[in-house]
């Protein structure tokens, strides 16, 4: 059995109380916010009433581990004592900036913090960790199958005291939202390297450098997840100093293996609180609804799936937390293994569960009267995001056979 930490307990009590206070009530305020904006992409201004709220209250970047809590006054949390408030933020799914904890900023925080030089961090990370900008990760690409990020084709190329960027990213998330100010740039700096994972550059690039234009705002199952939202970019002989590079001239690759992995598991986090809050909402659904002359909570079929979303929701947490436990331990490297498994079975496991939850909802499920359809898509498009289900299954399944086939 996990056992959390006495900060956690108290952060989990503070952080469940705040909810209730403030996020919940404010849901419908949020969705009138953004539904009168006149671009559906700049911030709402409950966000930052709220924002200041949560830091008063100290519940702000939590997601920072104890190997990096040098960069921060919060957080200092192990993966196992930060699962159990990632949850709670993720019952609703835009409430984690509230708390300065959204992606693909935590990520992005965690690479200026591992990767970026003293005067990166001053003028990045450090508003970053204020919440007073945002930040996006341009990795995927529209022309090649960038679940292997080795194909990535945008050209850096340098240019006397500069690099060169030509090409396409799209589903950057973030770069749409009107309070991002950089971007994290993958590309292709040494097609020629004999080793495949040393031919890739990262160089930060400033949203509004000469040659970066939004195409256009991208959608999943119909959702343009605003204001944060994901974009096709496209890039234009943009031009950034050479002290731009991160890390170092081919060891882009390197930073993006550090990069996911702890996003990977705080995406499934997330899920197992939008599943949990789905299936406390289709209870008080079927207690409360009638056909056929009794409640729909007394229909067997009703019953056995409230109990297999239970049950599935418990097997995902369990999962998630043994997963932190090890990273906790060896750390993401380490634990790639436990990662991979939490990642293709979590979202999987929570879409089916929000499915269930939706059907008992009837019609009204599948609308923005409940927060069952977005979540629903939030667990979709996460088998996509951070690579592809299929990829980490070959991965992990390679590795699971090399562990045991020579076994007795």
């Known amino acids: 059995m996990f056992e959390f930490s006495e900060q956690s307990l108290a952060l989990q009590a503070r952080l469940t109380a705040f909810m209730e206070e403030h996020i919940y009530p404010n849901e419908a305020a949020y969705a009138a916010q953004l539904e009168a904006a006149t671009d559906r992409f700049a911030y709402l201004p409950l966000m930052d009433?709220?924002?200041?709220?949560?830091?008063?209250?100290?519940?702000?970047?939590?997601?920072?581990?104890?190997?990096?809590?040098?960069?921060?006054?919060?957080?200092?949390?192990?993966?196992?004592?930060?699962?159990?408030?990632?949850?709670?933020?993720?019952?609703?799914?835009?409430?984690?900036?509230?708390?300065?904890?959204?992606?693909?900023?935590?990520?992005?925080?965690?690479?200026f913090m591992k990767y970026a030089t003293a005067e990166q961090r001053e003028q990045w990370l450090n508003p970053l960790l204020e919440g007073d900008i945002?930040?996006?990760?341009?990795?995927?690409?529209?022309?090649?199958?960038?679940?292997?990020?080795?194909?990535?084709?945008?050209?850096?190329?340098?240019?006397?005291?500069?690099?060169?960027?030509?090409?396409?990213?799209?589903?950057?998330?973030?770069?749409?939202?009107?309070?991002?100010?950089?971007?994290?740039?993958?590309?292709?700096?040494?097609?020629?390297?004999?080793?495949?994972?040393?031919?890739?550059?990262?160089?930060?690039?400033?949203?509004?450098?000469?040659?970066?234009r939004l195409v256009r705002p991208l959608t999943t199952l119909g959702y343009d997840d605003a204001p944060i939202g994901h974009a096709e970019i496209l890039f234009e002989d943009v031009r950034v100093p050479l002290d731009n590079v991160l890390l170092g001239e081919g060891r882009g690759f390197e930073i993006a293996q550090g990069r996911l992995g702890p996003g990977r598991i705080h995406h499934c986090m997330r899920l197992i609180g939008a599943a949990q809050r789905s299936l406390e909402l289709a209870c008080r659904r079927v207690n409360s609804r009638t056909t056929f002359g009794r409640t729909l909570s007394q229909h067997q079929s009703v019953r056995e799936d409230i109990a297999r979303c239970f049950s599935e929701i418990e097997m995902a947490r369990l999962l998630v937390l043994k997963t932190c436990s090890k990273m906790d331990e060896v750390g993401a490297k380490g634990a790639i293994d436990m990662i991979a498994a939490s990642k293709t079975s979590v979202p999987l496991m929570v879409q089916a569960i929000i499915d269930r939850c939706i059907q008992m909802h009837g019609a009204g499920g599948l609308t923005d009267d409940y927060c069952m359809a977005e979540a629903f898509n939030y667990a979709r498009w996460c088998?996509?995001?951070?690579?592809?289900?299929?990829?980490?299954?070959?991965?992990?399944?390679?590795?699971?056979?090399?562990?045991?086939?020579?076994?007795?």
């Open 49 to 111: 009433e709220l924002k200041a709220k949560a830091r008063s209250q100290g519940l702000w970047n939590l997601f920072i581990p104890p190997s990096l809590a040098e960069f921060s006054e919060h957080g200092g949390l192990s993966n196992v004592d930060y699962a159990p408030l990632a949850e709670i933020m993720g019952r609703v799914l835009w409430s984690p900036e509230v708390f300065n904890c959204n992606a693909p900023d935590t990520g992005n925080m965690e690479v």
């Open 134 to 212: 945002r930040s996006s990760y341009a990795m995927t690409e529209p022309h090649v199958a960038s679940s292997d990020a080795t194909n990535i084709e945008l050209s850096i190329r340098r240019d006397g005291g500069e690099w060169v960027l030509n090409g396409r990213k799209w589903f950057i998330t973030g770069a749409m939202y009107e309070r991002t100010r950089i971007l994290i740039v993958m590309g292709k700096s040494d097609p020629d390297n004999p080793s495949r994972h040393k031919q890739q550059t990262q160089v930060l690039v400033p949203k509004d450098t000469p040659g970066v």
């Open 383 to 408: 088998r996509q995001a951070d690579g592809p289900d299929q990829v980490h299954q070959m991965a992990l399944g390679k590795q699971i056979i090399a562990r045991y086939a020579d076994s007795p």
